[in-house]
C-alpha cells in the first residue's frame, strides 16, 4: 500500500452528489437509518443499502456499530461505489471523546483501504445533532486524516453550511 498524505479537498455541497469511491455516512449505531446525512443517504440511495445494513446487523453487529468504528455497503443509486458507515460520538454537556472522533476518520479510511478506495468524501461528522462544536469537529478531522497511514490520493470533505465550509478551511490552510 502505498503511503502518502492524501489531498484534501474542500467542497460546499451535498455528499450524496460526490463521485467518488466511497462517501462516509455519518450514521447512528442501529444502521437503520436517520436524520441528516444518514437520511439523506439512505434515501437518494434507495432500498439496497439498506438490506445490506440489515445483513450487517442479522450478522456481525446484531447489538449495532459502536461509536468510532467503521463498515461498508453498496452506495446503491447513489454515483459513490461505496458507502462506509461510522458512528460519531455525542457532544454533551461541553465534552466529547475527541479519540472516538479521531477513531471515526481513521477507521473509515481503514475500510475505505479494505476497499481499494483512492477518493473518499466525508461529512461534518457528529456536528449535526451530535451537537459537536463544528470547529473543533474541523481540527479533529484534519488532524486525523492527516496523521493516517492510508492510500487514499483524496479526502474530501463535504460541507453542507457556510459556517462548516469556514471551520473546515480554516484548519486545511
Same mark, same amino acid.
Do not use: F, K, Y
Given at each position: 500500500?502505498?503511503? =502518502?498524505?492524501?489531498?484534501?479537498? #474542500?467542497?460546499? *455541497?451535498?455528499?450524496?452528489?460526490?463521485?467518488?469511491?466511497?462517501?462516509?455516512? =455519518?450514521a447512528?449505531?442501529?444502521? #437503520?437509518?436517520? *436524520?441528516?446525512?444518514?437520511?439523506?443517504i439512505h434515501r437518494r440511495g434507495g432500498p439496497a443499502i439498506l438490506a445490506e445494513c440489515r445483513d450487517l446487523r442479522a450478522s456481525r453487529y446484531g447489538k449495532g456499530l459502536r461509536t468510532g468504528q467503521a463498515v461498508a455497503t453498496t452506495a446503491g443509486r447513489l454515483p459513490a461505489r461505496h458507502v462506509i458507515h461510522t458512528v460519531g460520538p455525542v457532544y454533551q454537556g461541553g465534552s466529547g471523546d475527541a479519540s472516538l472522533?479521531?477513531?471515526?476518520?481513521?477507521e473509515s479510511l481503514r475500510v475505505a483501504d479494505e476497499l481499494g478506495a483512492r477518493t473518499i468524501a466525508f461529512p461534518a461528522i457528529s456536528t449535526g445533532v451530535y451537537g459537536w462544536p463544528v470547529e473543533?469537529?474541523?481540527?479533529?478531522?484534519?488532524?486525523?486524516?492527516?496523521g493516517a497511514e492510508t492510500a487514499v490520493q483524496e479526502v474530501r470533505f463535504v460541507l453542507f453550511d457556510e459556517r462548516a465550509y469556514d471551520a473546515f478551511a480554516a484548519q486545511v490552510q
Open positions: 500500500m502505498t503511503q =502518502a498524505r492524501p489531498e484534501i479537498v #474542500l467542497v460546499r *455541497g451535498d455528499i450524496t452528489e460526490q463521485e467518488v469511491d466511497a462517501i462516509v455516512n =455519518a447512528n449505531s442501529s444502521l #437503520l437509518g436517520g *436524520g441528516g446525512v444518514d437520511g439523506a472522533l479521531t477513531s471515526c476518520h481513521r473543533d469537529a474541523a481540527r479533529i478531522a484534519v488532524e486525523a486524516v492527516r
